[in-house]
């Protein structure tokens, strides 16, 4: 069964450092693109980063290029997000999803909270 | 960016009615790149249809998705309780964009 779980979210202040993991079973992480995809309460979801198969090349949403630095490990099968200089309106739930061999996202996790607030 | 606008905001409707959720891209889908995910609170969105009309693994066949160009159309034949939901949509022929979501309530 294909599951992911995330952690690492929490209360920052403006301009700290979070790092969000996302620890991925029942598939092997190196063959699937990856991303990052995030929600405020009530809003709708934005796309925040992605990573494709076997890790080789990274994209950004504009928003956060430059801040964030996303990753995988394939030891441990655990997809990352360095997030730094976090902003108030980096505050979301951010969600790890899979691509499928188009880019829509066929499992995700549940999601990890990060607030940032001073 | 391509901009999805979904309707109605909230949908209002008795299990067993059918549901029709609206989603519109400001300018077209490529090749219906375009999915629809169920959110329920605190649980992980779940893929319903891929390629605009494509039912992912396991989800029962009253969940249907049409549509192509711009306007696209996801179907709830007859409600079931557990169907009470968010709805949204997600076009991933460009930069990804989703919907703000369509809130689907017990009347």
């Known amino acids: 069964e294909v599951q992911l779980l995330e952690s690492g979210g929490g209360l920052v202040q403006p301009g700290e450092s979070l790092r969000l993991s996302c620890a991925a079973s029942?598939?092997?992480?190196?063959?699937?693109?990856m991303s990052w995809v995030r929600q405020i309460s009530g809003k709708r979801m934005e796309w925040v980063s992605a990573i494709t198969a076997g890790a080789s090349i990274a994209y950004y949403a504009d928003s956060v290029r430059g801040r964030f630095t996303i990753s995988s490990d394939n030891s441990k099968n655990t997809l990352y997000l360095q997030m730094n200089n976090l902003r108030a309106d980096d505050a979301a739930i951010y969600y790890c999803?899979?691509?499928?061999?188009?880019?829509?996202?066929?499992?995700w996790g549940q999601g990890v909270l990060v607030t940032v607030s001073s | 960016e391509n901009v999805l606008t979904q309707s109605p905001g909230t949908l209002s409707l008795s299990p067993g009615e059918r549901a029709t959720l609206s989603c519109r891209a400001s300018q077209d889908v490529r090749s219906n790149l375009l999915a629809w995910y169920q959110q329920k609170p605190g649980q992980a969105p779940r893929l319903l249809i891929y390629g605009a009309s494509s039912r992912a693994t396991g989800i029962p066949d009253r969940f249907s998705g049409s549509g192509s160009g711009t306007d696209f159309t996801l179907t709830i034949s007859r409600l079931e309780p557990e169907d009470f939901a968010v709805y949204s949509c997600h076009q991933y022929a460009t930069t990804h964009t989703f919907g703000q979501g369509t809130r689907l309530e017990i009347k």
């Open positions: 029942g598939f092997t992480l190196n063959n699937f693109a």
């Open positions: 999803a899979r691509e499928a061999s188009h880019p829509y996202f066929d499992y």
